[in-house]
């Protein structure tokens, strides 16, 4: 006699597993299995999470429209020292900025650390360079770097603690990064040091993904590469929607591909800033 629930079964894809979960379970326990309770709860805020990303860009106000339309961004204007910065508004875990101040990179990741000035003479001793110091500015100090690839960084004082959002980010947030260097070996060296990131091979020996955080958003460190910079995927409700916006406003979309747990298209703005949407693919 046929099943009477046949007709109710549905196919279940077969999808990749999610990279993030398995580096962050497996060194959650065996970090876990010596840890006192207490440290224990820690672990979640144990990892170095950018506070702030910055783009640069050549008019903040021509890009703060093109996100707007293209993210969903609404942004508080600001102009700061002779250039426009726009701030984005709502809860996207790791801030967006787009600033058009002359000879800032493409992308500066910014942190809230404890010690700013340690932190920038731990960068020069590890090989990196400050290229803004602002230890003794009224507005409280701040120092702009590069590190020892050439990457942007920045760091100002940790102003109270900030809870890392869980899951993926919200859409217009960022959901994954990648630095992207030459020397994928001295990068971990670097930011191990720096910022205390322990790194677990996925994929590829020139892919290192930061692990042990159970943050919104994934970080990796890509070797190989021909110049230094950062990555960035956006997530977006709709990748076909939102590629097709881009091309609408003047910038470039190219095809969608897999990026670990995601699917994403990489495009540039109307000014040529390269960035990433995407969507979990599950």
């Known amino acids: 006699m ?44 144990r990892v170095a999470v950018p506070a702030m990303v910055h783009l640069g ?41 787009i600033t058009d101040e002359p000879g800032v990179p493409d992308v500066q990741l910014g942190f809230q650390v404890e010690d700013v000035a340690g932190t920038a003479r731990l960068v020069e001793e590890l090989g990196g360079t400050v290229v803004q110091d602002q230890l003794d500015d009224d507005e409280g100090p701040f120092v702009a770097v590069r590190d020892d690839q050439g990457v942007g960084l920045a760091f100002w004082p940790r102003g109270g ?56 958003v994934a970080m990796g460190i890509l070797g190989g590469e021909p110049a230094a910079g950062v990555a960035l995927h956006f997530i977006v409700a709709d990748l076909d929607a939102a590629a097709a916006k881009v091309i609408a406003l003047g910038g ?13 298209v990489d495009c540039r703005d109307d000014q040529g800033l390269p960035f990433s949407v995407a969507i979990p693919d599950r």
């Open 161 to 216: 603690q900030r809870v890392e959002p869980q899951g993926w980010a919200p859409p217009g947030g960022l959901a994954y990064f990648a630095i992207q260097v030459p020397d994928v070996e001295r990068a971990t060296t670097f930011y191990g040091r720096l910022l205390g990131w322990p790194f677990e091979t996925v994929g590829v020996p020139q892919y290192q993904h930061v692990a042990d955080h159970l943050g919104g």
């Open 57 to 97: 860009v050549g008019d903040a106000d021509r890009a703060a429209r093109f996100f707007g339309e293209v993210l969903g961004w609404e942004t508080e204007r600001a102009e700061y020292r002779g250039h426009v910065r726009h701030y984005v508004l709502g809860e996207l875990g790791v801030r967006p900025c």
């Open 252 to 264: 470039t979309a190219g095809e969608p591909h897999p990026t670990g747990p995601m699917l994403a």
């Open 2 to 45: 046929p099943d009477a629930f046949e007709g109710l079964r549905r196919p279940y894809p077969i999808r990749r597993p999610d990279p993030r979960f398995a580096v962050q379970l497996l060194r959650r326990l065996e970090l876990e299995r010596t840890m006192e309770p207490e440290q224990s709860e820690a672990l979640a805020i």
